[in-house]
């Protein structure tokens, strides 16, 4: 109890260790962001064999989970070290090499421990010590892992998604960020709203503009803030999202037609409407002269 209230008094130590925290889970976030659309995609084989009464083949009936097998060089497959292991701290040791083949190791990995440790950082600055710093920690890291498969694979695992619905909902039924009732309608509308727009685009066009991950993306949204953050946040998404996505394509030398990930653009904008939705309205009305 006395840590629970020097940290409640002293928000600098709480800043901090929620930066701490951010490194570590930043390098699980790592895991998950690599594996676990691979863990998806052998279900799924899986499954079709099953129905289609198929053995699997003999080498993929080996354990590959979050956990198993221990994170190896994926050069020369040497298992790493804990020591080798640390965030950040170990990339900068090695300068971004395998200890053992020396192959340049991802930059994207200490980037996505360094960007889960300032984000936590300033979800722990934001709210203070208590129950809702730790309910938005849990969010950010969440939409990190959604943003980063999203951006990989163009999926939004329902194994994510799903939980962090209902930890809004069980969250906001104590009132922690808006009422139940906000909440229950911020999931309605989140979901209806792009889902409108899917069948709208494609009644008219013929072809899907997106894929319902993204309306689930948007309710689980709308469960943690109410229906009030959906406007700012659609509006938000839908301008960077058109801005980033023609740079990225024109980057890379693709037609307007390449399909690109929608979600990391809602997970971001939603993020920041829950966090400064209402200084951002308040600002826009008051510009406005209304």
């Given at each position: 109890?006395?840590?629970l209230d020097?940290?409640?008094s002293?928000a ?7 930066g701490l925290?951010?490194?570590?889970i930043?390098?699980f976030l790592?895991?998950v962001i690599?594996?676990l ?6 279900q799924w ?8 009464e198929l053995e699997?083949p003999e ?6 989970n979050l956990i ?5 060089c994926?050069?020369c497959?040497t298992e790493?070290k804990?020591w ?6 170990s990339y ?6 395998c200890?053992?083949?020396?192959e340049t190791?991802?930059?994207r990995y200490?980037l996505?421990?360094?960007l ?11 709210f203070?010590?208590g129950?809702p ?6 969010l950010?890291w ?9 951006a ?5 695992p329902?194994?994510l998604v799903?939980?962090?619905?209902w930890?809004?909902l ?10 139940l009732?906000e909440a229950?309608?911020?999931a309605?509308?989140g ?9 709208v685009f494609k009644?008219?066009?013929g072809k ?5 991950g993204?309306f ?20 938000m ?7 980033l996505g023609?740079?990225?394509?024109k ?5 307007n037609?390449?399909?690109l ?13 829950l ?11 008051q510009f406005a002269g209304?």
């Open positions: 109890m006395q840590i020097y940290l409640a002293q600098l130590a709480f800043i901090l260790l929620a925290l951010g490194l570590i930043g390098s790592n895991v690599h594996r659309p691979r863990m998806m995609e052998a084989l899986q499954q079709s064999r099953e129905m289609l699997s080498a993929e009936q080996t354990t590959y198993l097998p221990h994170s190896h994926p050069h497959k790493i804990p080798q292991n640390l965030p950040v701290i900068l040791l090695l300068r971004g090499r200890g053992q083949c020396k190791i991802s930059a200490p996505v421990e360094l889960t440790a300032g984000l936590s950082m300033l979800v722990a600055w934001q203070g010590f129950w710093a730790a309910g938005m920690l849990v950010t969440g939409l990190i892992s959604l943003s980063m498969i999203d990989d694979t163009q999926l939004l329902d194994v799903l939980p962090l619905l930890l809004g069980i969250a906001n039924s104590f009132g922690t960020y808006t009422s009732d229950l309608w911020g309605v509308v979901y209806l709203s792009l889902w409108s727009v899917y069948w009644l008219v066009t899907e503009g997106m894929g319902y993204d689930k993306l948007l309710a689980m949204l709308g469960t943690w803030g109410g229906w009030q953050i959906l406007p700012l946040t659609i509006l998404s839908s301008l960077v999202g058109a801005i023609i740079i990225i394509l980057t890379r030398g693709q037609d037609a390449t399909p990930p929608f979600g990391p653009y809602l997970a971001i904008a939603g993020w920041i409407a966090i400064w939705g209402e200084t951002i309205t308040s600002s826009y009305m209304f």
